[in-house]
Structure formats: structure tokens, C-alpha cells
């Protein structure tokens, strides 16, 4: 089956503009996560899709972070206006809906807001 | 989610078998044991993942303590490819999500 698909893979963007991340997860996952890695820090998590549901945003770190799921298919990721902070590895991932399955993860996006 | 306790790291020399230990001495009757792995700029890997019973699969084994307050991912014979960041995770009840702590840099040796 094919994975999860994130891009772009990379992003650079000026500080104040806007950038969407595209998550693609495996067909008929209905669960999708987001998570964020900052330089030296542990990877973070920071929202749960279950199908086009916001199932936890717990982690998103404030209002300029904008995740949908249009459809429970594919999600964006947008962060509007970008700040230096924002600069990371931005990872997706999608499950089947049990708790004890595995987690499968995209390669990631890493942005880098100069 | 319960805490989990791993070495910084771990060095192993190619070829040689691998025993990753992980404390979570807090956990909970429903808690699931994972095991996730990192490799340089890729996404987390999942590993193996248990409940109480030890577990196997074709990229490693998990050890479970009896009292599960302890678990050992076992790499049977370590290559090259295995240098990663191993995390060992607890998810609780619900449909909860992966919350990642620090894991253990494992590098290993040709």
C-alpha cells in the first residue's frame, strides 16, 4: 500500500507569510495526526483528525495554525502569518481506527521561516 | 500518558544483538507498549507494539517484564541501518495519541 505523503517536503518562507502543509494518508486511514519537531526539542504532538473531525487539538500552539480535513481524505496544515519559531520538521501520520495499532508517518515537511 | 525512562543512547557493534531497555514503572492495566524508531531525516517508524504477552516480528522482538513495569526491544542481529532513535511509548486508553519523549540514540559499529 502506499504511505503517507507530506509536501512540500521542504518550505523556506519569509517571516509574516503564509504556508500550507498537505498530508496524504493511507487510503481508508481514518485517523490523522499531526506532529512537530523544533531543532533540539522532542517531537511534539500537535492535532488528531478522526475522519474530518478534530478529534484533540491540544497541541496546536495558537490561532495562527490552521489544520483541516476536507472530506476525511487528505489534511492541510497552514500557518498564517508564519513566525521564526514556527521553523521545524512538521510530520503527519495516519492509523486505522484501534488503539492498539501501529502509527504509519510521512517523511515529513521541514520549514524553515527566515 | 504514563512516563517512560530510556538510556540517552547505545552503541552496538554490527552484527551483534541489541537490547534496548525501557522503564515505565507507572503504567496502567490498558496500557499498550510501542516502539517507534527514527531514522536520520525520515519520519518516525513503527516497530512493534504489545500488551503483556513478549511479541515478535520480522524487525524485532519486544520483551515484556511480567510485572510490565519494564519492557527490552530486541534487535536480533544489528546492521548499519538500524542507527536510529529508538522510543519507547506508552498509549493509554482511548484513541490517544503518541506522545514522544527523548528515546535512545542507538549507533551502531561496523
Known amino acids: 500500500e502506499a504511505g503517507v505523503t507530506q509536501f512540500p517536503s521542504h518550505s523556506v518562507i519569509e517571516k509574516g507569510q503564509t504556508v500550507t502543509l498537505r498530508c496524504d494518508p493511507i487510503?481508508?486511514?481514518?485517523?490523522l495526526y499531526w506532529y512537530r519537531r523544533v531543532m533540539g526539542k522532542e517531537i511534539k504532538f500537535l492535532l488528531h483528525?478522526?475522519?474530518?473531525?478534530?478529534?484533540?487539538e491540544s497541541g496546536m500552539p495558537n490561532n495562527r495554525f490552521l489544520a483541516e480535513r476536507t472530506g476525511g481524505t487528505y489534511s492541510t496544515l497552514k500557518v498564517q502569518p508564519a513566525e521564526l519559531e514556527d521553523s521545524g520538521v512538521y510530520f503527519c501520520?495516519?492509523?486505522?481506527?484501534?488503539?492498539?495499532?501501529?502509527?504509519?508517518f510521512g517523511s515529513g515537511t521541514r520549514l524553515t521561516v527566515v | 500518558d504514563a512516563k517512560t525512562t530510556q538510556p540517552n543512547s547505545m552503541e552496538s557493534n554490527e552484527e551483534e544483538p541489541v537490547h534496548l531497555p525501557c522503564n515505565h514503572s507507572?503504567?496502567?492495566?490498558?496500557?499498550?507498549i510501542h516502539w517507534y524508531r527514527q531514522l536520520p531525516s525520515q519520519g518516525p517508524e513503527y516497530v512493534i507494539h504489545?500488551?503483556?504477552s513478549n511479541v515478535n516480528n520480522r524487525m524485532a522482538s519486544l520483551a515484556i517484564a511480567e510485572d510490565r513495569k519494564s519492557s527490552t526491544l530486541i534487535l536480533h542481529r544489528a546492521t548499519l541501518r538500524d542507527a536510529a532513535v529508538y522510543y519507547c511509548?506508552?498509549?493509554?486508553?482511548?484513541?490517544?495519541?503518541?506522545?514522544f519523549g527523548k528515546g535512545t540514540r542507538l549507533s551502531v559499529i561496523a
Open positions: 483528525f478522526v475522519k474530518e473531525s478534530k478529534q484533540d
Open positions: 507507572t503504567i496502567s492495566g490498558t496500557d499498550y
Open positions: 487510503s481508508g486511514h481514518d485517523n
Open positions: 501520520a495516519s492509523s486505522q481506527v484501534t488503539r492498539s495499532g501501529g502509527y504509519t
Open positions: 511509548i506508552l498509549r493509554g486508553a482511548g484513541n490517544t495519541p503518541l506522545v
Open positions: 504489545g500488551l503483556t
